[in-house]
Each structure stands twice: as C-alpha cells, then as structure tokens.
C-alpha cells in the first residue's frame, strides 16, 4: 500500500483534493514562501443523514499529518458508495492550515486551538501555575546559561508541587502570555471561527447523532492510540465513547487519561451544538518523551515570539523541522500502528451509527 504520510501540508492538501470532491475554506493566511492555505471538506454519504462521523484533521496543525493519512485511507474505503442507511461521514481537512503549513501546533493568533473554545464575554479561566513558570517555560534567550536558569527554576516547581501540578500548570490553558505555549487566545481565532461556518454549512447541530473523532499526536506511549474524553461532556460523555469504542476509552475526571484537564476544547463547542447527541473523542498517539516535546515547543515558540524574521533562516527551518519530527515520526512502524488503530476506531464509529438508525 502506498505510504499515507506526507511530508508537507502542500503534498497532504494535494492528496486530499486528488482522492475526493471538496468544498474549500480559504484561510487569511499564507504558507512560508506565502502559498495560499485552505481548509478542504468533504463529504460522503447521504447528505442529509441524521446520523454522522465528523473527522478532523489538523486541529493543532502539524499534528495534521497523522489526520490526514487517516482521512485518506478511510477515503481508500469508498465508504460513500457503501454507507447504508442515514448514515454519513464529514471530513474536515487541516482545521488550522496555517499550523499545518509552517508545522506549528498553534493558529496564526498564536493560538492552542484546544484551548481556544471559551466564551470569551466571561472571564478567562486563570493559570496562575503557568504564571510562575512563563518566563522560563519559554526564555528570551537560549543561551546555555539560561536554559540552565530555566531548567533549575523548573526543576524547583517541579520538586516543591509535584509533577502533576506542573503538568496541569504548563499544558491545561492560559490566557495571559500569547507567546507561550497552551495560549488560549483573546477571542475566537479564525480556525474556530471556520470550524463553526463548516458545521453551519453542513447542518451539524441537526444531526441525530454525531461522533467526532479528532485526530492529535505527542502524548502517551510511542504509537499507541488512545480515545480520550474531555471534562466538558463529563463522564456522560465518557460512557457514550465507552459503549462505542469499549475499554481503551479515557477520561481525566476518572484519572485515566494522559492528558490533564484542560481549558476551551473543542469538545465545548460540540457539546453546545450538540448535548448529548454528541460523542467527542481526542485520538490521541504517543511520540517521544514529554520532556522532548517541551524542548521543540519551547524553541517554537522562542523563534515566533522573539525572532519571527527568522523563521525561513537555517535555524528557523532546524526548529520547525524538528517540531515536525516531534509530532510526525517519519518511521514505518509509527505510521503502521497509526493507520491499523485509525481504520479501527473508524470501523468501530461506523457500526455504532449504523446501529442506532
């Protein structure tokens, strides 16, 4: 089988338009050599089918290259010429293009799009963990001198509150420091916007039933594929998954999940369309060590907060390479645990809302 996995935006949005029909939401922003970026949708089945898959790739945009193969090879299936019944599928391809494109997780805002679903006419939700650690989190300087600064500042935290309080504190979201990392935004950021003009054009909210299956890489085991819950839905939200998907289903309000809980996901905004007619599941694959991860983020964000002019330098392309390969091991074992766990929980969904007709 020819190998799903893209090496650029530019090649998976090609793929992606060259394996279906689409409708294309042009973003306001543009690719490094200022190629112009689009959100590409597809749908298959019938299109007033009450019971729906919605599939996202892309939502922390270099993250999208995992999504995409996925897309196309749930595409291989011709699933649109086979579904029975009222029973249909919404690809949603790089929901943040501009992330995708400059492999980066954030929005073109600077924005963690996972953490971006507030409402913003309420105050924010506060961090003051991150507060204490923004400045070393992500330094002005990398000089070995304050890294080491950083580092032992961190360590310290670390030591005095525990290691699940730093966790909570760097990654659940914040709302004071666009230049760091898990910034939620001061308003919607036009991802969002294009997710809820998208769910508007296809008429989600009148969906019977809806199952959303958002595709992230970083967290967890190397290649294992975890199906993680949000607090927003509770643990009803969480045994709606459960009975879809069984045992490997996971939630941060019963401390099983990888991830924290975390601020303004993006299962907020389909519980308020949706209620419990929703099911909201954050597939999620290992990569390489947390520790890692907040190296390449930290040098991202370093590069975009401080240093923008540089981002098509050599240093600039070293760091982005690098989140990339972060995000999106180029290795064949990687890839194949990713497309044999994605064709299953896709197989799963399908029988599930085949079923409920």
């Known amino acids: 089988m020819k190998n799903l996995f893209s090496d650029t935006y530019f090649e998976a949005r090609t793929r992606f338009l060259d394996a279906t029909k689409v409708q294309s939401y042009r973003s306001s922003y543009s690719g490094p050599e200022g190629q112009p970026l689009s959100t590409d949708v597809a749908f298959l089945g019938d299109p007033d089918a009450d019971y729906l898959l919605v599939s996202i790739a892309g939502t922390h945009g270099v993250e999208g290259y995992c999504g995409s193969a996925a897309q196309l090879s749930l595409l291989q299936w011709q699933l649109g010429n086979s579904l029975r019944g009222s029973v249909g599928i919404l690809l949603i391809h790089a929901l943040n293009a501009y992330g995708f494109a400059w492999d980066r997780r954030v929005t073109a805002e600077g924005c963690d799009l996972n953490r971006n679903f507030v409402d913003f006419s309420k105050p924010l939700p506060e961090n003051p963990g991150y507060d204490e650690l923004a400045d070393h989190l992500v330094p002005s300087d990398l000089s ?21 309080a730093f966790q909570t504190s760097r990654k659940k979201g914040q709302y004071s420091r666009p230049e760091g990392m898990f910034f939620g935004g001061k308003r919607p950021s036009e991802p969002r916007q294009v997710l809820e003009k998208i769910c508007m054009d296809y008429k989600v909210a009148e969906r019977q039933n809806v199952i959303i299956v958002d595709y992230h890489t970083g967290l967890g085991p190397y290649g294992y594929g ?27 309000d019963l401390g099983t999940s990888s991830s924290v809980a975390i601020t303004g996901t993006q299962d907020e905004f389909w519980q308020g369309e949706l209620g419990s007619r929703h099911t909201y599941v954050c597939l999620e ?52 645990m990713i497309l044999s766990r994605c064709d299953q929980v896709h197989r799963q969904a399908i029988a599930a809302l085949t079923q409920a007709r």
Not at 144 to 164: D, P
Not at 228 to 236: A, H, P
Not at 288 to 317: C, M
């Open 144 to 164: 070995a001198e304050s890294l080491a600064v950083a580092e032992h500042a961190i360590a310290e935290f670390r030591a005095t509150h525990g290691e699940a």
């Open 226 to 252: 975890e199906l993680q819950t949000e607090t927003t839905s509770g643990l009803e939200g969480y045994h709606r998954a459960f009975e879809i998907f069984g045992p490997s289903v996971t939630s941060p």
């Open 285 to 336: 694959f290992g990569t390489f060590s947390p520790d890692k991860g907040r190296e390449v983020l930290r040098n991202d964000h370093w590069l975009f907060a401080y240093h923008p002019d540089q981002a098509n330098t050599e240093i600039g392309k070293r760091i982005r390479n690098a989140t990339r390969e972060h995000y999106n091991p180029a290795r064949p074992d990687w890839q194949e």
